[in-house]
Structures are given as structure tokens and as C-alpha cells.
């Protein structure tokens, strides 16, 4: 075999090998769940392979973003859609008839974060920055205190209708239909964002922070690695207590969905899980603020929201199934 033909052919066995390792066969009953990247990271992926484990069935995890994983759910062509938004609505109130046949259980909480270049000499900035910055009024990195004189290059998932960047928008411009200013660069999923960010010098994004907190971008050694810098904003970085005391003002609830209608006992154990201490557990330890540590931002969620009136339609009470 010639020589550049086998490294292909161990390339594509590797490949392949990595994919099936990641969703591993426990059983011959599926459970599937696709969506948003970053619940993916937060917890979603830890979190099906226990679940699967322990009851031996097959997980099938996959990701696409927020709108992917309700609407499939929605179409029951998926078990478990992942979001990091609310379904949407019309201008007055209605909910989009592609997202009404679903369920969203909340199960924790996100934070949208500013995420910049790791050689950025800069710890935080405020949020009229933020707004600054994507509404194109200023342009170097000196105008929000940092020491090097260096161009903002703005950057943003594509459209205004992914988990972040529908969020983004009600809680930085209170405008779902925000148009952002002078991007350098848009983008179809958060991983590619994540790349660039964390690749060019004066890349600046949003973000979730379940997600950017992990990021780690190959350089070219086999150990040669490295981040994003996560901004903080008027001086309170994006931890979990933070998060979860609010002193980081742009939380977020994260959101299972389920069709309406899914009467699956196995679906419906998952979403208890989740809800119950084991999940909670994962959910925490994987970083992010599970309902109890996150216990204090419902009230305030609900009072934020309240403020927006049409555009926020979702409640975070209580899932309202009734174990047998």
C-alpha cells in the first residue's frame, strides 16, 4: 500500500474509532438528544452516558444548536432537545408554530460571557462596553482600558436565533432583533467561534460560559493547547458563585425539551434524573449551577423577564410530571 494512502486509511479507522467511543452501546434501546453545543459541554453529554449506563440503553448525542434540538424534538424525530433559549415568539406573544409541540423543563443555569484573545491585557470590562462593542462605536482595544493598542474584530454565531445570540440580545440590548455592527467574522456553530477567538489576536465574542470555560484549541503539538479569556463585567468574573449570587449579571436558565405529547417511560426517567439528585450532582460538578445552587436567580429571572413582556413567554416553575 503506498504510504500516503495508508496514512488516510488510519486516519479514517482512527476517526471512526473516536466516534463510536463517544456514544458507546449499552443496550439495543436508543435514547437521543441533539442541540446546543454548550449544554452539550455543561452537562448533556456526562450526564446521557450515565443515565445510559445504568439502564442499559444506547445514547446517540449530537449537536446543531439550540433551534435544531427543539424543533426536532417538537417533530419527535429526536427523544431530548438541548437549549440554552426559550422557544420563540411573534409579536405578540405567540409561540412559533414549529416550537409549540414541546416542552422546555429548565435544569439549571448558563451565563452569556465576553470572550477575547488569551494575550489580551484585560480582566473586565462594563456592560455599556459590551454594547459598545457590537453596536460598531468602538473599534480598539484602548478604548475599553486595555494597554496594547490593538483592532476589535467582533464576532457572533450567524442569524439571531441561536441559544446564544437570542439571549445575547435580550439581556445586553433587551431586543431579540438586535442587529449587531461591523462583525469580522460570523458563524454557523459555537465551535468554529471558539477556534477563531482563541486563535486571532483581537477576536472579542460572546459565548456561554459552560462552554468557554473549556475550550482548548490544538496549536500544532500533541500537548500544545490553549483557551479563551473569559471578560469579566464591572468586575465580577463569570465563576459559579458569581453566577449563582448574580453578581454576574448575564445569567441565563438552560432547558431540556421534550415533545409534549412523549409518553416514554424511558424519556420521562431521563428528564427525572436530571431533575434528581444524581443529575444535580453531574450538572454541578461539571461546573455549572444546578437549581439549588442557583436557587436565588428564579425570582430575579422571572423580574428581568417581566420587564421584556412579549418576547419572554417561558415559565421556570416546577416540571409538572407526576411520577407514578
Request: charged share 25%.
Amino acid at each position: 500500500m503506498h504510504p500516503t494512502i495508508k496514512v488516510w486509511f488510519l486516519a479514517i479507522i482512527i476517526l471512526f474509532s473516536h466516534h463510536f467511543m463517544a456514544q458507546p452501546a449499552f443496550g439495543s434501546q436508543i435514547l437521543s438528544a441533539t442541540g446546543c453545543d454548550i449544554s452539550k459541554k455543561a452537562y448533556l453529554q456526562k450526564a446521557l452516558l450515565t443515565y445510559a449506563k445504568d439502564k442499559k440503553i444506547t445514547p446517540r448525542l449530537s449537536g446543531g444548536g439550540a433551534t435544531r434540538g427543539i424543533r426536532l424534538a417538537a417533530n419527535k424525530q429526536i427523544d431530548i432537545g438541548a437549549t440554552c433559549r426559550q422557544r420563540l415568539t411573534d409579536i405578540g406573544g405567540n409561540i412559533y408554530e414549529k416550537e409549540r409541540d414541546v416542552r422546555l423543563v429548565h435544569i439549571g443555569w448558563d451565563a452569556i460571557v465576553i470572550i477575547a484573545h488569551p494575550n489580551i491585557q484585560l480582566q473586565s470590562i462594563s456592560k455599556e462596553a459590551v454594547k459598545a462593542v457590537f453596536s460598531g462605536e468602538i473599534n480598539n482595544w484602548t478604548q475599553l482600558g486595555a494597554k496594547d493598542s490593538l483592532e476589535l474584530k467582533p464576532m457572533a454565531r450567524k442569524g439571531k436565533l441561536s441559544g446564544v445570540g437570542y439571549t445575547a440580545r435580550l439581556l445586553i440590548f433587551n431586543d431579540p432583533k438586535y442587529e449587531f455592527k461591523h462583525l469580522a467574522r460570523e458563524f454557523k456553530s459555537t465551535g468554529p467561534l471558539e477556534k477563531s477567538v482563541a486563535t486571532i489576536p483581537g477576536a472579542i465574542a460572546l459565548d456561554g460560559v459552560s462552554s468557554a470555560r473549556k475550550v482548548k484549541v490544538g496549536l500544532g503539538g500533541l500537548t500544545d493547547h490553549q483557551g479563551v479569556k473569559i471578560l469579566g463585567i464591572d468586575g465580577f468574573l463569570p465563576t459559579k458563585e458569581h453566577i449563582a449570587k448574580a453578581n454576574y449579571p448575564f445569567f441565563r436558565p438552560l432547558f431540556v425539551a421534550i415533545n409534549k405529547h412523549n409518553k416514554n417511560p424511558t424519556v420521562l426517567g431521563f428528564i427525572d434524573f436530571l431533575l434528581g439528585p444524581k443529575g444535580q450532582k453531574i450538572i454541578s460538578d461539571e461546573g455549572t449551577v444546578n437549581l439549588e445552587e442557583g436557587k436565588l436567580l428564579n425570582m430575579l429571572w422571572e423580574a428581568k423577564m417581566a420587564k421584556l413582556g412579549r418576547f419572554w413567554q417561558e415559565k421556570l416553575g416546577p416540571y409538572p410530571r407526576k411520577k407514578p
